[in-house]
């Protein structure tokens, strides 16, 4: 699992438990947590986008930590397929699931709806004046006046959307840790695809850069040897992910 921190905390700070966590990420290894992306509520619904071969190919714990004052808990407007080297987009499908209640005060999600129907867009990271997190890469170029939809949740809600809808997220005013758990989830039989050259080239560099520091993964491994590895099967027969 990778154990991520809001930048806004500095390196060398030790803070404990909670407070030290903003996010938890590839943990289908968990016995515990990975028992969500099996849930058959959640798998009667993802079908619906994957068909019966479905495996696990991203997942997170999302824990926004109450905001320092520099807006950092922020997450800029996005589309998820920038990090998978896989396709067609059509057969990923994103389970979101609200751990608490969630809404603008603690920083709910913000779609674009429609947003789905287009290309995946050039990101990069956003010029925010406080620092941005780690791989929070932002859309640079959508038309600001596309409406906004803030989705305010109850526990146990659960939101499932396709991996070129536009979303974010906003910053965490309360002092609470607003915590989700989500997997994005794809049909066995999609197929990997060669980023290199293509808009996708900087997250296998981010990712394959932090595989390297942190796990000494080789520095030429790529997007999709990562992702294969990270891939669980979760319902039916493991084909080409
Ligand atoms: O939970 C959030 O705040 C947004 C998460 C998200 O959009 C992502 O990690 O891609």
Redesign the pocket.
């Known amino acids: 699992m990778m154990i991520m921190r809001d930048v806004s905390i500095a390196k060398s700070e030790y803070i404990p438990s909670e407070r030290m966590i903003s ?1 938890i990420q590839d943990f289908q290894e968990d016995k515990e947590l990975f028992r969500y992306c099996t849930l058959p509520e959640i798998l009667k619904y993802v079908e619906c986008f994957t068909g019966p071969n479905i495996m696990a190919m991203h997942t ?1 714990l ?1 824990n ?1 930590p109450p905001d320092s004052g520099k807006k950092t808990s922020r ?1 800029p407007l ?1 589309q ?1 397929l920038l ?1 998978f080297p896989f396709r067609p987009s059509n057969k990923i499908v994103c389970a ?1 699931t609200a751990m608490e209640h969630i809404d603008r005060n603690n ?1 709910c ?1 913000c779609v674009l709806p429609g947003t789905h129907k287009g290309p995946l867009r050039p990101h990069d990271y956003p010029q925010w004046e406080g620092g941005v997190n780690l791989m929070f890469y932002g859309i640079q170029d959508y038309d600001e006046k596309t409406p906004r939809m803030h989705l305010v949740m109850e526990k146990g809600d659960t939101v499932f959307f396709h991996p070129l809808l536009i ?3 906003g910053w965490n005013r309360t002092q609470g840790y ?1 915590k ?1 758990i ?1 997997c994005h989830f794809a049909s066995a039989d999609c197929h990997y695809i060669d980023v290199k050259g293509t808009s996708q080239d900087v997250t296998e560099r981010d990712i394959v850069g932090i595989g390297h520091k942190l796990y000494g993964i080789p520095k030429d491994t790529s997007l999709k040897e990562v992702s294969r590895y990270r891939a669980r099967l979760v319902k039916g027969r493991r084909i080409n992910l």
Do not use: E, Q, T, V
């Open positions: 996010k997170m999302i926004k997450h996005h998820d990090y979101w920083g999600l979303h974010g997220s607003r989700a989500s």
